[in-house]
Every structure is written in C-alpha cells, then in structure tokens.
C-alpha cells in the first residue's frame, strides 16, 4: 500500500465517529488510481465497523453504504 494512502486514512479517521454519531460527512478524493481509493475505503468501513463492535451493547446501528 502506498504511504500516502496511510497519511490520508490517519488524517480522515476522526471522521467516522462523526458519521455513527449522525453527522453527515463526505471525503472527496480525487485521483486515476482505482486500487487506491479502493483501499482508502475499506480501511475507513473498517474503522468504522471497529467503533460498532464497541458500542454493541449501547447502540443498534442500521449501515447502508453506496459507491
């Protein structure tokens, strides 16, 4: 994976508390490298899914994602 790709996830990361917490947020990124954004993706559902697991027993969230 390209650093770069860790230097945008690290600073984007506050983020996804946010968007569980009812915030909209967007994260617009730009670039031609297809396997790039791909992964920047995965990596913030993956967070995002993380926060869930610890707050299981304190909220139910309902999850719908579109690309």
Do not use: H, W
Not at 36 to 61: A, G, H, P, W
């Amino acid at each position: 994976m390209f650093s770069f790709i860790a230097d945008i996830f690290e600073d984007t990361t506050p983020f996804a508390p946010s968007v569980l917490e009812g915030y909209n947020v967007c994260i617009f990124a730009y670039g031609n490298r297809r396997e790039t954004c791909v992964s920047f993706i995965f990596r913030t559902l993956e967070k995002m899914f993380d926060i869930i697991k610890e707050r299981q027993k304190l909220y139910r969230y309902d999850i719908s994602v579109t690309v």
